[in-house]
């Protein structure tokens, strides 16, 4: 899971970066929904899929995130992307599955992340790990919950904007969060993260970046 391996930082910090940098670009120019099945960092504005770099952006000055702390499966980090600081809490699925079984993936995760500068608190981003099937949701099951998000290459993000804060709740108090989607290949995917610890890395990302 995520713990304070170099490998785990970096990859987290550069799902951050690719976020901050499509967002602030769409602020500039709508962009509609590339062909590519590259994979980069998702990046969301308003209720709209957002288009997302061809590659992943270095890290803004070769840095590297810093651990805040570690709480259960999940991990809280703070990192300079552009300039602008963001705190995140990250974690990996404890579970996955695919149908058929065994079909190849990228490294799957999900991440609240809050960005000062652009008033963005606790935004909930999903990298599935392969590119979803053009135009279809993605599924999120929080207990007796559902809640449908949009998706764009390989990203998630909530489909209405107004549940996310209660997303948000139900996430601090459940004990398991569940994914479910499919490829534009038709592999159908199950993702369950444990929640345990959420919370108090939440707590930590409010204590970081206010």
């Known amino acids: 899971m995520i ?19 499509v967002a602030s670009a769409q602020q500039s120019q709508k962009q509609t929904q590339p062909n590519s099945e590259s994979k980069s960092a998702p990046a969301k504005k308003g209720n709209a899929p957002a288009a997302k770099s061809a590659a ?5 000055g070769g840095g590297q995130p810093t651990l805040l702390g570690q709480f259960g499966t999940w991990g809280a980090y703070t990192a300079s992307a552009g300039g602008k600081q963001v705190c995140y ?13 065994n ?33 279809a949701d993605a599924n999120v099951d929080i207990g ?15 489909k209405n904007a107004a549940e996310e804060a209660r997303m948000v709740d139900a996430m601090r108090r459940g004990s398991d969060l569940v994914v479910s989607g499919e490829s534009g ?18 707590d930590r990302v409010a204590q970081e970046c206010k």
Do not use: C
């Not at 304070?4 to 799902?15: D, E, F, H, I, T």
């Not at 992943?56 to 803004?60: E, G, I, K, L």
């Not at 809490?89 to 079984?101: C, F, I, M, V």
């Not at 993702?191 to 610890?197: F, I, M, P, Q």
């Open 3 to 21: 713990a304070n391996g170099a490998y785990q930082a970096s990859v987290a910090l550069a799902m951050l970066v690719g976020l901050f940098t």
């Open 185 to 202: 290949k038709g592999t159908k995917s199950t993702d369950r993260y444990n929640l345990r610890g959420l919370a108090q890395a939440l």
């Open 56 to 60: 992943v952006p270095p890290a803004p």
């Open 89 to 101: 809490a990250l974690s990996e699925p404890s579970s996955k599955a695919t149908e058929p079984p």
């Open 144 to 158: 007796s919950a559902k809640y449908a998000m949009y998706t764009q290459n390989d990203g998630a993000w909530i």
């Open 103 to 135: 079909r190849p993936r990228d490294p799957a995760y999900i991440f609240v992340s809050t960005r000062p500068s652009e008033n963005v608190r606790n935004e909930i981003s999903i990298v599935i790990g392969y590119p979803f099937k053009p135009g």
